[in-house]
């Protein structure tokens, strides 16, 4: 751990709060009253594990690594991003490009954290014979 990150657990240690940053604006709630019965989910996603997962790519320095050794000419996703599609996939479910393709991606939030469309992540595009 680096300095500043044996700083914040001396510091917490000590429950010295004073570095803590607020999660929200310093305004009042507003408090809204809602029916539970009649809220429901629709499309839920997985976040939290995709997350990670590109979270440890910004941090090991992944990210840039492949931007300087693969080309960008897809014209929708370039080669970096796809990689990062498929590290993310396997670290949290390990399966074929073809389950990535048709369920992973659809039902993990990966699309919206990386700002990509879910259709630009296809089998023949995972499978990298669209190369030109």
């Not at 510091?11 to 604006?25: G, T």
């Not at 993310?88 to 469309?117: N, T």
């Amino acid at each position: 751990m680096d300095e500043a990150g044996r700083l914040g657990v001396h510091r917490a240690v000590e429950k010295d709060l004073s570095v803590q940053e607020s999660l929200f604006d310093a305004t009042l709630p507003e408090w809204v009253d809602v029916n539970v019965r009649k809220v429901r989910a629709e499309r839920p996603r997985r976040f939290g594990d995709v997350w990670l997962a590109l979270e440890l790519i910004k941090k090991l320095g992944l990210a840039e690594l492949f931007d300087g050794m693969m080309p960008d000419v897809h014209p929708k996703m370039s080669w970096a991003r796809l990689a990062e599609v498929l590290i993310v996939s396997r670290f949290c479910e390990p399966s074929s490009e073809l389950h990535i393709a048709e369920h992973f991606c659809r039902k993990s939030a990966l699309s919206d954290l990386m700002g990509i469309s879910d259709e630009d992540i296809y089998d023949n595009r995972l499978y990298c014979r669209n190369y030109y």
